[in-house]
């Protein structure tokens, strides 16, 4: 019986030593855009609507992301869209799975970006790719921290 339970702690200390948890990271948390960039080429342009909010929501395992205008006009369409699934991170490189996207031609690709985060500022930067659509440049995105 001792011989079992110290072969459980032992398995138990182990398992636990070895595994990462994601919840440690402070990449976990509710991010607003800020600001972003797209570069194409030789070129480089804001992308960032101030007519819109947008914020990414990181878990332990997965994100999310949702878009909308502030002040759609009454007589069209409410602007919004919205993505998500799991994601890696191992050092600074945090790769999303797209699962989830409001436009179907993105879903299953993987992203893969640079993160810095300093005091309450996430920067990501990274290559959005996707050759049927087209797709092919570096976007710079700049987030703040709304909760941890």
Known sequence: ?????????????????????????????????????????????????????????????????????????????????????SYTLKDSVYTENLEYFSDKAWENHKFEFVVKISNDTLIQKGVEKIEKLGIDHIIIEKYKRVTK
């Not at 032992?10 to 990449?27: R, W």
């Not at 797209?38 to 990414?56: G, L, N, Q, Y």
């Open 1 to 85: 019986m001792r011989l079992t339970t110290t072969c459980f702690l032992l398995a138990t200390i182990l398992v636990s030593a070895c595994s990462t948890k994601q919840s440690d990271t402070p990449l976990v948390g509710t991010w607003e855009l800020v600001s972003a960039t797209t570069v194409e080429k030789d070129s480089s342009f804001s992308t960032f609507d101030p007519t819109h909010k947008m914020i990414k929501i990181i878990n332990p395992t997965h994100f999310a992301f949702l878009n909308h205008a502030m002040n759609p006009p009454k007589d069209s369409a409410n602007q919004f869209s919205a993505g998500g699934g």
